[in-house]
T-cell receptor, first 115, second 116 residues
């Protein structure tokens, strides 16, 4: 079945360490998105990519980096510059077929904590 | 900023219809209304979306007012498993090479508690 796969499900980061969260989709979607969710809050957009080799900052991009070398993959790196990385990270993809953004289920998320 | 306003929380009796309101008074002509829900510690789940006509699927119905400034999500027979945070979102179509991105801007949502 097609879908979005995020890994790992749980991740721990040491002080000063960069960690990379994986997001893969086999839906042939052009657009992919990364969101961050803090407890009791809605999702906030970190980065998004509309097409391979192109991406844009979202509302809270500081301390994060992304790449989009392949259509299927949109990894997110949480750098040591992100001082408060503990959160639930969600990846999403989408396509517009002329009837609005065709929604798909988000990935199951990665929960990142600081050691 | 989120472009929608929803009540913070609502209760509903099991088996009854749950009617979740959303105000989106600044919606523009090319923006769709989407509803997602999120059960604790899971990714958001798509429910339904619409432009200006009422929509119905196996999960819910979406009623959009004629002026499109508000909408209501209806879960016809709420069950305990429908307890979740429900997000109402407006988002334009994706258009490559333009400022439209298809990104979803989430507000706080409505916490729906279905009670036995």
């Amino acid at each position: 079945d097609g879908g979005i796969t995020q890994s790992p499900k749980y991740l721990f980061r040491k002080e000063g360490q960069n960690v990379t969260l994986s997001c893969e989709q086999n839906l042939n979607h052009d657009a992919m998105y990364w969101y961050r969710q803090d407890p009791g809050q809605g999702l906030r957009l970190i980065y998004y990519s509309q097409i391979v080799n192109d991406f844009q900052k979202g509302d809270i991009a500081e301390g994060y980096s992304v790449s989009r070398e392949k259509k299927e993959s949109f990894p997110l790196t949480v750098t040591s510059a992100q001082k408060n990385p503990t959160a639930f990270y969600l990846c999403d993809s989408s396509i517009d077929l002329g009837m609005g953004r065709q929604p798909q289920h988000f990935g199951d998320g990665t929960r990142l904590s600081i050691l | 900023d989120a472009k929608t306003t929803q009540p913070t929380s609502m209760d509903c009796a099991e088996g009854r219809a749950a009617n979740l309101p959303c105000n989106h008074s600044t919606i523009s002509g090319n923006e769709y209304v989407y509803w997602y829900r999120q059960i604790h510690s899971q990714g958001p789940q798509y429910i339904i979306h619409g432009l200006k006509n009422n929509e119905t699927n196996e999960m819910a119905s979406l009623i959009i007012t004629e002026d499109r400034k508000s909408s209501t999500l209806i879960l016809p027979h709420a069950t305990l498993r429908d307890t979740a945070v429900y997000y109402c979102i407006v988002s334009p179509r994706i258009t490559h090479g333009s400022s439209y991105t298809g990104k979803l801007i989430f507000g706080q949502g409505t916490t729906l508690q279905v009670k036995p």
